[in-house]
């Protein structure tokens, strides 16, 4: 007989952007998708504004009210008795605190990436983590997806021979007049009270691609973090706004390049016509990745001496027809699932020591490039009245 799916009762924490996206994800039924093992359950969402904002959202996700408790502070989210994880969805400036809030309740919990703002803050997650022994990953979708697993095995397998360099890009075309970029100053992507800037954004997708290349692969006798070096172009607002990173293992003579920026998308026509975002070469040809990074559906294997062979493999995102939905947020939901049903407190796939070392090339990149955020969302010292937990704006 077939046994019943481990399902997940979800916390949401924020009603934003991303949040309502992961929830219609939630909402998609696994079958679509090829999952019968794990299933998930939308039980309670937290707004920091008030509880009419998270019934509002309930109503953009298209989610009946019955059951789903709502409430108007992320405190009462974090202990409600009946929730397994928590997923927050607040901007990069509120995930240390947000998190530490839900931890400190004995939750576990997904946080939307970049992790944090600062490597000491995912430090201190990672120690709470293990203290109150619950389950903790950074919500970085694309390693969860089909397509990279298959990318990974096909490195593993020395399909490309030895893989010494990686090439990211991933940037989106907002140049505006007299210099500006379309985003307002006070928009989460370039204000810097909420972190913004391209790396935390957008540039945590090339390292990922450069990192579950260069570092998840590498042997864990062998592991190596790398050298950084970065060139940033700083905003009017602080942030930076287009930012290129090396990142070097010198013991394994590789080498991975991280490209971002809010001016200069990586295909001028959205389509993919400007070639790959993504290149990874080896020794015995490369694999290239159609952007955009974070949501890739198609790569490339070309083979040194192919005579001009190009092997293209689809890697569509399913769609469930009935909710008419599929963004494919659902394969890191589907993962945290499975770990909890199997007791883990990480994901192998993206390890907390991963998510660590990701976080410090970050600062180091922004530290070069003269980035400052302020004390508030840089601290490393929990505060449950912070106004990053309360909501008070
Ligand atoms: N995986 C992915 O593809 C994507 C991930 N992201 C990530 O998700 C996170 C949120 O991004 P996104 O949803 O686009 O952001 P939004 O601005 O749309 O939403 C953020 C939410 O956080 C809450 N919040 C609490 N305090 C503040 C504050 N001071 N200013 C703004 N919002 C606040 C609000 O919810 P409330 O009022 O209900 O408390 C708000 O709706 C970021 O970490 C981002 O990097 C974003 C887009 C895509
Ligand atoms: O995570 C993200 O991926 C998609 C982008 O459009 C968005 O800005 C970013 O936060």
């Known amino acids: 007989m077939a046994q019943s799916p481990h399902t997940v009762r979800w916390g949401i924490l924020a009603t934003g952007f991303i949040a309502q996206m992961f929830v219609r994800d939630l909402l998609c039924n696994p079958a679509t998708r090829d999952v019968t093992d794990v299933a998930h359950k939308v039980v309670a969402v937290a707004s920091s504004r008030s ?21 108007g502070s992320y405190d009462e989210l974090v202990n409600d008795p009946d929730v397994d994880c928590v997923y927050v969805a607040t901007p990069h400036s509120h995930h240390f605190q947000n ?23 995912a430090k201190k997650l990672v120690q709470t983590t293990k203290e109150k022994n619950v389950f903790l990953m950074e919500a970085v979708w694309t390693r969860y997806f089909p397509l990279s697993i298959k990318i990974r095995e096909l490195v593993k397998s020395g399909a490309i021979g030895t893989v010494y360099r990686v090439i990211a890009d991933n940037s989106i075309g907002n140049d505006g007049p007299d210099g500006s970029i379309t985003f307002p100053d006070d928009n989460r992507m370039v204000n810097i009270d909420l972190a913004g800037g391209a790396l935390l954004d957008l540039g945590i997708y090339s390292l990922t691609w450069l990192f579950q290349i260069l570092y998840h692969l590498q042997p864990e006798a062998e592991k190596e ?63 290239q990745v159609m952007g955009p990074a974070y949501r890739p559906t198609q790569y490339k294997i070309i083979k040194k001496d192919s005579d001009g062979q190009v092997e293209v493999v689809d890697c569509p995102i399913p769609v469930d027809r009935e909710r008419r939905f599929g963004m494919g947020m659902f394969w890191e939901a589907d993962e945290v699932a499975r770990c909890l049903r199997d007791g883990k407190k990480e994901s192998s796939t993206l390890p907390l020591s991963e998510s660590i070392v990701i976080m410090e090339v970050m600062e180091e990149a922004l530290k070069q490039g003269d980035v400052k955020y302020p004390e508030l969302i ?13 909501g008070a704006r």
């Open 99 to 121: 998190t530490m809030l839900a931890l400190q309740a004995g939750k576990n919990v997904l946080c939307e990436k970049a992790f944090t703002v600062t490597a000491s803050q």
């Open 51 to 71: 509880k009419d904002s998270a019934a509002g959202f309930l109503e953009k996700v298209n989610l009946a009210p019955e059951g789903v408790k709502l409430y």
């Open 225 to 287: 973090a790398p050298k950084t070096l970065a060139a940033i172009h700083q905003y009017k607002t602080g942030a930076d706004e287009s930012t290129s990173v090396i990142v070097q293992f010198p013991s394994h003579k590789t080498t991975g390049i991280a490209l971002t920026s809010l001016r200069i998308p990586t295909n001028t026509d959205g389509k993919n016509s400007g070639g790959p975002a993504i290149k990874i070469q080896g020794t015995l040809g490369e694999i």
């Open 378 to 390: 840089t601290s490393d010292v929990f505060d449950p009245k912070s106004p990053l937990n309360t």
